[in-house]
């Protein structure tokens, strides 16, 4: 069965295809887009992977030197690392520097 298509269901039909080709080609490039998107974080956090491991097998001697000092520390009971230096600072200063800072403010 053969039917004919009148003026304005052809153009109607065209325009349907048209519109179909124009989704398929969108989506194709969505698609696109999202792969190279992906590969190149993929790829980023591969090379950050890489420098991760390379700093750490550049300071492989120097994390050594320092789990032994530190086990010989914990051996002989030494202290040196387990003394903290008194950081309280008094309340005057923090007055002063409250006070200087609104002055200053103030002024401006």
Do not use: H, W
């Amino acid at each position: 069965m053969n039917i004919m298509l009148t003026g304005s269901s052809q153009c109607c039909t065209e325009f349907f295809l048209i519109k179909e080709l124009i989704v398929k080609k969108m989506l194709i490039e969505g698609l696109k887009l999202m792969i190279v998107g992906m590969a190149s974080v993929m790829l980023f956090l591969l090379l950050l992977i890489v420098c991760v491991e390379l700093i750490k097998f550049l300071t492989r001697n120097f994390r050594m030197m320092q789990e032994q000092s530190l086990l010989l520390n914990r051996k002989t009971g030494s202290n040196k690392y387990k003394d903290v230096p008194n950081l309280e600072v008094p309340v005057e200063v923090f007055a002063a520097a409250i006070a200087y800072y609104e002055l200053d403010n103030n002024n401006t």
